[in-house]
């Protein structure tokens, strides 16, 4: 039971570039997270998904898009990167229907040239 | 927009004293409210939580109260010892599962 993984751990983009973070849960979740951590900023939520088939935005969404591919997969994608988005991005999972413990992933330490 | 409010940003206390930590909400439709520990380089971790219908939970040194009149709740650890040192996030969310946290506390617990 590996939990809530996340790929990469680490990623270097210029200004511009594209990537796609991503997430998996094997733990039969229904809610997904992306979060990301800025230094004296907390988590702020970037997107979730309350089930399979749903997303909706956060706090931050702009810059961002996501897919929930199946029930266990969660990605992020950057479709053209700044320096603002230099960040550590975190995904999360929570079983839902009562149950709102959330899981974290490693998280990915991504850094915008 | 939701908002949840944590205080303080720092505290910095002895070995074997007391931590409080505070935080108030805005959505009064909120009605969980998780405490997380994330030490340096970490994932957050869970380590206390609280549903609206109860107003305190314990576990061992640290304890959880709530005041919905109030929309506020804090975070008690007891006894302190340098491995609390960290920093603690605290989170609310209402039925739709969009979870806001608070900005952190750093907690160092001085030897």
């Known amino acids: 039971n590996a939990g809530v993984t996340q790929t990469p751990k680490f990623q270097v983009l210029k200004t511009g570039q594209s990537m796609t973070l991503q997430c998996a849960q094997d733990?039969?979740?229904?809610?997904m997270y992306w979060y990301r951590q800025d230094p004296g900023m907390g988590l702020r939520l970037i997107y979730y998904?309350?089930?399979?088939?749903?997303?909706d935005k956060g706090e931050v969404p702009n810059g961002y898009n996501v897919s929930r591919l199946n029930k266990r997969e969660f990605s992020l994608r950057l479709e053209s990167a700044a320096p603002s988005q230099t960040s550590v991005y975190f995904c999360?999972?929570?079983?839902?229907?009562?149950?709102?413990?959330?899981?974290f992933g490693p998280g990915t330490r991504l850094t915008v040239t | 927009g939701e908002n949840v409010e944590q205080h303080p940003s720092t505290l910095s206390v002895q070995e074997g004293d007391s931590a409080v930590i505070k935080c108030t909400y805005s959505?009064?439709?909120?009605?969980?409210f998780p405490w997380y520990k994330q030490e340096l380089g970490k994932r957050p971790q869970l380590i206390i939580d609280?549903?609206?219908?109860?107003g305190e939970k314990k576990d061992q040194r640290i304890a959880v109260t709530l005041n919905k009149t109030a929309k506020h709740f804090s975070l008690h650890i007891t006894e302190t010892q340098p491995e609390d040192s960290a920093v603690y996030f605290c989170?609310?969310?209402?039925?739709?599962?969009?979870?806001?946290f608070g900005t952190g506390t750093r907690l160092k617990v001085l030897a």
């Open positions: 999360a999972s929570i079983l839902g229907t009562g149950s709102y413990e959330q899981y």
């Open positions: 733990m039969n979740h229904n809610s």
């Open positions: 609280i549903r609206s219908n109860v």
């Open positions: 959505d009064s439709a909120s009605n969980y």
């Open positions: 998904s309350a089930s399979e088939g749903t997303t």
């Open positions: 989170a609310a969310t209402s039925g739709t599962y969009k979870y806001i």
